[in-house]
């Protein structure tokens, strides 16, 4: 909605089939036909208004025609780190405090490469294809993040994962899948020359 407002964007049938088919995987894996409730704690706000920030970043990057995937990278974890560093000043409840330089120089030698390899690389993938996607599409690839969210829930928390699950991630990722695949199909030269032979014939 909001690259539709800011810069145009058409949505077009093939994107709302490919929203309701996310909203169906979404109500699926929520349990949603047991009931809505609002029962929204700090994180699932704080999950709400990180979704809410990311869709006007994405629309930013993609109407920004001066800047590229690197710049936004570097802009990404330079604010990103001032931000930590505001976060731990703040008083924390319980008896939790901020661990001190010393602990953060131990843990340096492990840090440094996960965050070189495993943390880096997928930043500069997302803002690089947020320069070249639709705020729309993007998003909705984004929502791969819930299959992978119960798949690792369940592994490692011990969340249920039965048919329900199952079902629920097949329609999530067929909404990220469709509107891609609509779009290749569409674009192959023979479902061009089909078209080009229906429209002589007519």
Do not use: H
């Not at 709302?16 to 909203?23: A, K, N, R, S, V």
């Not at 001032?82 to 319980?94: D, I, R, V, Y």
Request: hydrophobic residues 55%; proline residues 5%.
């Amino acid at each position: 909605m909001l690259a539709r407002v800011t810069i145009g964007e058409t949505i077009s049938a093939t994107r709302w089939g490919t929203i309701g088919l996310g909203l169906v995987g979404l109500m699926i894996v929520l349990e949603l036909d047991a009931g809505f409730y609002w029962t929204f704690n700090v994180g699932d706000v704080m999950g709400l208004a990180a979704g809410i920030v990311w869709a006007l970043a994405a629309v930013r990057m993609r109407s920004d025609d001066k800047n590229n995937g690197l710049d936004f990278t570097l802009s990404y974890f330079a604010w990103g780190s001032f931000a930590a560093l505001l976060l731990t000043s703040l008083p924390q409840a319980g008896t939790y405090s901020a661990p001190d330089w010393q602990t953060v120089v131990n843990v340096l030698p492990w840090l440094v490469p996960v965050v070189g390899f495993l943390v880096v690389p997928p930043a500069f993938a997302v803002m690089w294809g947020a320069t070249l996607l639709s705020p729309g599409l993007l998003g909705i690839l984004f929502m791969t993040e819930i299959s992978a969210g119960v798949v690792t829930a369940a592994i490692w928390a011990g969340e249920p994962f039965g048919l329900r699950e199952i079902t629920g991630i097949g329609v999530i990722s067929l909404a990220g899948l469709w509107e891609p695949v609509i779009g290749l199909v569409k674009a192959s030269p023979r479902t061009k020359n089909l078209t080009a032979g229906c429209d002589r014939r007519s």
